[in-house]
């Protein structure tokens, strides 16, 4: 079972917050969890986890962004990145609802989600002595973001052009995540072997 919570308060995230039991010492979630909370993000070079983008001497920053963290024990590294791509998965799912009235869709490559053909998000997955560690941020205002950039309100959907719809949707992206999860658990589970 994966805990799950949106904390309030406005929380800025500058990379430093990717880093064992943030979630229990910040928010009080105990074992695997996923949290979320909105702020500004700035992550400079030296915080990046990403060798590729550290070696181009990139940097991450916006205005606002939903920001999701996760940590999980006892996974691998590669099932953090499955993880994390059933993350992106169920955002883009619950945004293309949304939008299906307006015939206008968000496409997700790899671990990032698009809209036009600008970046709606950020994410990396990254593994600890403990524990394996997630952050996705999505757009909310992508102001001084480095590359061509968008946010939930260009996305033209009744209620996210907010921190109140931006907050009303990371609460339903958690509740899909815990369900599609516990779900996983019930399908390992449930099946009967085969020798």
């Not at 800025?12 to 996923?34: D, V």
């Not at 992508?142 to 950039?149: C, F, L, Q, W």
Request: net charge negative; charged share 25%; aromatic share 8%.
């Amino acid at each position: 079972m994966i805990a799950t919570t949106f904390f309030p308060e406005p929380l800025p995230y500058t990379g430093q917050e990717l880093r064992p039991h943030f979630l229990l010492t910040r928010f009080g979630l105990k074992g695997p969890a996923l949290g979320a909370f909105i702020g500004p993000c700035r992550v400079d070079t030296e915080h990046l986890v990403d060798w590729e983008d550290r070696l181009a001497n990139d940097r991450i920053e916006a205005r606002a962004m939903v920001h999701f963290l996760g940590e999980f024990f006892g996974a691998t590294l590669r099932e953090g990145v499955v993880l994390q791509r059933l993350l992106m998965a169920i955002m883009a799912e619950t945004l293309n609802e949304r939008m299906a009235a307006k015939g206008r869709i968000v496409l997700r490559r790899g671990d990032d989600l698009f809209f036009e053909d600008k970046k709606l998000s950020v994410s990396i997955v990254t593994a600890s002595p403990v524990s394996l560690l997630l952050h996705s941020g999505v757009n909310i205002d992508p102001t001084g973001a480095p590359v061509p950039a968008v946010g939930l309100p260009a996305l033209g959907v009744e209620g996210l052009e907010g921190p109140e719809g931006a907050r009303d949707w990371a609460q339903a992206v958690l509740a899909r995540f815990a369900s599609e999860t516990e779900s996983m658990e019930w399908a390992c589970a449930k099946v009967r072997p085969v020798v």
